[in-house]
């Protein structure tokens, strides 16, 4: 402890100066001022904030208090104008009411679309279109997609309308059928079922039933499914939705604008001791055994066998029945080629049908010719086209010299 006590007692301190205790440094002097300047400013700016935060506070208050007691002090837009503008943007929603809309989007279950209702309303997949589809951008319906909707419903849940296109095609597609049955016209049907009684056609997006009786080919319903073929309407009822079509009148009106002698290609549809059944273009047409050539055909099948595409001539059709008669003996070059090269007889198709047709206004020539020939009083003459006109003067009075007209050949 001793030791202890000399070391410390052996330490000096500098005595402090009277200068240092009693007046201050400039240093210091600088600090000090600049310290109660910072807390000046720093006092402003809280008064200034301070002003700032009441004066939002009175604002707010003042405002309040006139929402509550004035709340529709200076706004020129009053409670009436309000009903007034909801009126003018309000619609009938009852079901059957067509609105126009705005689609603004789509999903695999349909769309939604703005009517400038309260809410949006939703055109389901299935009330899309008329035909059956998977989504709605199959048939255009994107956002931005514009039309006129009918209503059809209303979802409990939300309130929202349903719509639908479908009814809309659905009344057009009717009116479309009214005009085609008054025009007459023939449209393509595609068969897609069938019961005992006949077929289902789609045309024109609906429903049609086609009687077996009124089908012109001896197809069966299945080799018919799937199939599209010429009809013409027999009923259109939309009240009872009653759509009857015909092929065999659609046929007869096809057969109609075949002239005789025309050469069409046709399909063997199936082969009878009688003859072929030939397919040109959904007319079914008949091949009898004596027309087929020349030479002598003991069997038919073989010549022709089920599933042959041949040229055939036609000779004849009768419109009420749907019937048509067909011949190839008419093409043969030679008599026989039919039996032994039938390739010939098609290449040379056209070029003999021209030559038979020849020979039939050759011989309606002579039979006009014949006539004037007995009849001069007639006044009428027959050119070398074999047309008939005024007589002339050098034409004799007592008729025609017909010494070299040829004769007709037996065909």
Same mark, same amino acid.
């Given at each position: ?138 048939? #255009?319906? %994107? +956002?931005?997609? $514009? ?6 419903? /209303?979802?409990?849940? @939300?309130?929202?309308?349903? !719509? ?43 429903? #049609?039933? %086609? +009687?077996?009786? $009124? ?6 319903? /299945?080799?018919?499914? @799937?199939?599209?073929?010429? !009809? ?180």
């Amino acid at each position: 402890m001793a030791s202890l006590v000399q070391q410390f007692s052996g330490l000096r301190c500098p005595p402090l100066s009277s200068s240092h205790l009693l007046k201050p440094t400039s240093s210091s002097k600088s600090r000090r001022a600049s310290f109660s300047t910072t807390i000046v400013s720093a006092v402003a700016i809280s008064n200034a904030q301070t002003r700032e935060r009441q004066k939002l506070k009175d604002m707010f208050e003042e405002a309040y208090e006139r929402c509550r007691t004035a709340p529709m002090e200076g706004v020129s837009f009053t409670v009436e104008d309000f009903h007034s503008a909801i009126e003018k943007y309000d619609f009938d929603s009852e079901i059957g009411t067509k609105v126009k809309g705005t689609v603004f989007n789509t999903d695999m279950n349909g769309a939604l679309v703005d009517i400038t209702a309260k809410s949006s309303a939703f055109l389901p997949v299935q009330e899309a279109c008329i035909h059956k589809i998977k989504h709605v951008q199959e048939v #255009g319906i %994107v +956002p931005g997609f $514009q039309e006129e909707f009918v209503i059809i419903g /209303e979802n409990e849940a @939300d309130d929202s309308l349903i !719509l639908s296109l479908r009814s809309i095609q659905y009344d057009l597609a009717w009116e479309r059928c009214r005009q085609l049955q008054a025009e007459d016209v023939v449209v393509k049907g595609k068969v897609v079922g069938a019961n005992k009684g006949g077929v289902v056609a789609i045309v024109e997006g609906l429903r #049609g039933f %086609v +009687p077996f009786s $009124q089908i012109s080919t001896k197809s069966t319903a /299945e080799e018919l499914l @799937d199939k599209e073929f010429p !009809l013409k309407f027999v009923e259109v009822n939309e009240e009872n939705s009653r759509l009857v079509l015909s092929n065999r009148k659609a046929m007869a009106d096809s057969q109609a604008q075949l002239g005789i002698g025309s050469v069409v290609t046709g399909t063997v549809q199936s082969l009878k001791p009688y003859g072929a059944f030939i397919d040109i273009g959904g007319i079914n047409g008949l091949l009898h055994v004596s027309q087929i050539s020349h030479d002598r055909v003991a069997d038919i099948g073989t010549v022709l066998q089920p599933g042959d595409t041949l040229k055939v001539m036609i000779l004849s059709h009768d419109r009420e029945r749907g019937r048509v008669s067909l011949s190839t003996k008419k093409l043969e070059p030679t008599p026989g080629d039919m039996i032994r090269n039938p390739k010939l007889v098609f290449e040379k198709a056209d070029e003999m049908a021209q030559t038979f047709r020849q020979r039939i206004a050759q011989a309606e020539a002579m039979a006009r010719a014949d006539m004037l020939r007995f009849q001069p009083e007639s006044g009428l003459t027959l050119s070398s086209e074999g047309i008939l006109g005024p007589l002339t003067q050098d034409l004799p009075a007592d008729g025609l010299d017909l010494s070299d007209v040829p004769a007709a050949e037996d065909t």
